[in-house]
Structures are given as structure tokens and as C-alpha cells.
């Protein structure tokens, strides 16, 4: 596969929502979505349930998904007592957000940079207790870090300080995220390529895209351009930060996993069946506005993903 | 100005909806639409009023444009006769649409290639009778150049070709024009190498995008990024053809000039005029959707313009 479309629309998209999705609906959802070609879903994340109730089920949602051969489980945590649920859970994945914008990270996880870190610190050791044929892979995503909706704009030095302290925090690497869809493709690029400068390109694979603005997919065509390999997006674009203020909606699978067949890169997805899965996520969630153009206006006639990837064009 | 915004809204938006809107309204809209900082709309098309009745005012919208100081008024002609009444009517510059694919030039022209060909031949001899000064530039648009809603794919090859075609039948340059909605960033920066390379930079400097499959911004970034200047838009995504089907929605203005202008490009627009444009817009055309990111999520906290754009990244 050479673009991992990270499905995060049972995470990011359901806990934006009101209502509560019935754990069945997110297990035929996450399995339809499965089903599609999609290696990588965030399932859901280990806040208590008094915060988000509709990702109470986090756990029975993990088990239900390690049953899916080849799927990467991923979960949100955002300190150590969620980790310790998702380890036990059994998810391959932890992501832990640590806001660029220190006024965001208090908002979000009532928590300073330090405290945040001290998080990673112990979710680490956490880790390494366990045998390595049992550790989960863990990301720290720098939310915000195209701006903020409350403190504005975002330095690019505190984007890669932050990056570097969650490294030596433990995480086995960072993520970028434009957590209020603030960023452009100028934004992108260089910020991937100060990361790689500064911290080695082993640290950064991942892109975590809003639309608020209508730029999410031209951010993701640059991000993917300069080598990203993972880009986060939900099913109909649902999702947003309920802490920040106007920053609703990821970017849409559908419409992404088209951008990136069309130019011949190989997602895995099938069509056909992600299709199906947005009928039952539709079905899940009557009356809930789903996105996307693709969706709308189908294939292109005669549509056939480019064979390869030109090599001076990439 | 580093990208000039092309305006489309008043001609190709407006001949895809079915009501009239009132001569009065034009020239409110489009006064809006320059003062927000737009130095070129396509204000209409010289077509038959039986066949595009929402268009037949266009001599008047001509004449009241040609008042605005620094505006280039464009419009759309399909033949001769429609030239004829552009010069008549004191047009800056003339677009001729030439469908790459040869079935939709006989839905939307009723032409094949070569009677277009012909059209051109006779405009360009129209052109050169008039003294230099009162000459209008003349595009030769090749519409459908990514493929199309009737033949499906179309061969680059083919795009190469007419383009030349067009050129030496009297245009002053062509465009690429994505009619259907089907281009992806890589086709984009292949055809414009391609054609840059055979035909001369000085051939091509605009493109006009739909964002039907919701990959125009991509589009327009790698457009951009490959060295275009100038980018067709309309105003809230309004547009589309009334003969290809399922090709609905320009690239919208607005979420086109914020992503060139967080980019660090100078488009001239100015954001709060831009809105009260849209808000004429809305008042013309009530019920009407518009569409567009920017608008409802307004610019970012703090939002300032790239100083200049990187030169290692541009």
C-alpha cells in the first residue's frame, strides 16, 4: 500500500456528534469500513465516559475490532489511566494529543505541555512493561499546529520543540494535526520538512487533516507530496474538536481515497464496498449530514487509477 | 498581482441555473465583485437568447463592466457571430470553447473540432481588421481536457494537438479547461509540462477547474505550483454546463483567494468586500444555493497573509 487512509470517523467524527451511536451500529460501521479496504481505524478513545459518552464503548469496540484480520486498531488516549484501558483493551495503536497552543491543551485535556508530557513519560514505562510482541505503537499528535482558533497563530518553533520533547517523552513518533483547519499547503510542506530536518524522518509519518476551510485535500495533496504515508480522514467528513470552536469536519474518505487512486496511488479501498459502508453509516445516524463530492457525483466515466506514478511528476 | 482570480460566475455560473436573474442585479454583482478586488469576470456569453436566455443581456453587462477602471470584461463566444457581437459590444477578451472530446463539442456547440477550428480562423480575421488598440485578447479554451461525462477518458495526446490546432488557427493562447470535474492534480501538472514543452510557455496561463469530485483546490495548488497564473472561479461555486451532465460547481471564489492568499500569493481580493459581493449574490438569487468553506467559517484568528512565498518551497 503506498497511502495509509487512517479511517478516524468512529473516533474524531462520533464523539463531535450528539448522539450516541448503538455499539452494534459502530461494529457493522468499523466492519463495512474494514470490509472496504481500510488497514488503520481510531475506534474510539479512553476518556470517561462523563466527557464522551458516545465513545463509552471504547473497549467492547476494541475487542470487537482485533477480530478484523489485518486491521490496525487505533485508539485516543489522553493520559496515562486511558492508556492503561487501551492496553487492556487490546489496541494497536495509542495516540495521545498534545495541543501546540497551550491555551487549546487546557481546553481539550485540562492539561499544560508538562503535565501532558509527564503523561507520555508514564505511558512509556507503561509500555515497555509490556512484552514487545504485546506493545501497542504510540503516536503523539500535535494538535493545532497550523494555528488555533483561540490563540491564533501557531510558531513553527513551538511545533517542532513540542515534537522534539514528545521523542524523548517516549512516543515512537509524532503526527501533525490541523485540528481547526487553519492550515495551507505552503504550512504543510514546510513543517514536514523542518520536522525531518530537525528530528529525522523516521519521526513523522502521519497528517491529521480538517476542512474547514475547503483546503483540506490541497493540504493533503502537498502533505503526500513531500512523503507523507499516513493521512487521517472520516467517512462523510464527520467529526471536529468540540473544544475548538468552528472546527468541524475531517476530511472526507471517500473524496481522499479518489484524489489518491486517481493519481495512482494504491489505498486499498474499493469503491464498491465504501459505498456500502456510508450507507450504513447513514442508516446508523438518520438525518445526520454526511459530506463529500465523490459520493454525489460517482466515478469518473470510464474511471482507471493511474498505473503508476509518474517519477518526475512524484 | 501574482494569481489572477478569474471571475466565471456571472457567465458560467449563471447559465447553469434555470432563473433570469435581472440585468439590474448583474451589474450590482459584478460592480461588487471588482471592488472586492477581481480585475477580470467573465461577465456573460454571446450565445442565442432561445438557447441561453439567462445570458441574453450580455452587450448591456458588457457595456456597464467596460466602466469599471482596470476590470478586463471577458466573455464567452461560441462561433463568429458571438464574436461579432463581443467586439460590438466592446469585450476586453473572447474565450472560444473547443470540447477535446469530439461528442461533447457537438452536444455543446453543435461543432465538430474542425468547424470550430473554422470559427476561429474567421474570428481571428474579424480581430485583425480592428486596430491594435481596440483588439480584444482571444482564448482558445480546450474544454473536457481531462476527460468527459459522454467518451470518458481523453487522451493527452489529443488535448496537445488541438491545442496547437488552436494556436494556429489565430488564438493568442489557450486554456485548460476541466470541464467534467475529472482531473486529478497529476493530470494537471502533466498536461501543463506537456503542453508548456511542445507549444511554449507563452501559450498557456489559465485553467479553469470544476470541483464536482471536490478536487478543485488540489487542482488549483497544482496548477499554481507549476507555474499558472491565472485560475477560473465563481462566487459561491455557483456554475457548471447544462450539456454535460453531473459537471456541476466551479471552484468557489472564496475558498480559492483564501487558499492563494494564506499561501502568500497577491490576488488583489480583499476578504470583507468579497463577502458583501456574495451577500448581492445571495440577495439576486434567494433559495439558491452557494456554496463555499470560507464563508461559513470565516477567516483564521489572527489570519495574516504569508509574507512571500518561500522560494525553496515555490
Known sequence: MDIEISEVGPRDGLQSINRIMATADKKRWIGALAAAGLREIEVGSFVPAKVLPQLADTAEVVAFARTIPGLTVAVLVPNLRGAQAAVAAGAHKLTIPLSVSETHSLKNLRRTHQQVLEEVRGIRALLNE?????????????????GCTLEGPVAEDAVLRLGESLMEAGCDEIGLSDTTGYGNPLQVRRMIRRIWESLGRETLHGIHLHNTRG???????????????????????????????????????????FLLE??????????????????????????EPLYGFVPDAGLPKGFQRAASIQPEIA
Open 130 to 146: 509490556l512484552p514487545p510482541q504485546q506493545r501497542p505503537s504510540f503516536e503523539g499528535s500535535l494538535s493545532t499546529c497550523f
Open 215 to 257: 483546503q483540506g485535500l490541497a493540504n493533503a495533496l502537498a502533505a503526500i507530496e513531500e512523503g507523507i504515508t499516513t493521512v487521517d480522514a472520516s467517512m462523510g467528513g464527520i467529526g471536529g474538536c468540540p473544544f475548538a470552536p468552528g472546527a468541524s469536519g475531517n476530511i472526507v474518505t471517500e473524496d481522499l481515497a
Open 262 to 287: 486517481a493519481m495512482g496511488y494504491r489505498t486499498g479501498v474499493d469503491f464498491e464496498r465504501l459505498m456500502a459502508a456510508r450507507e450504513i453509516l447513514a442508516a446508523a445516524l438518520p438525518g
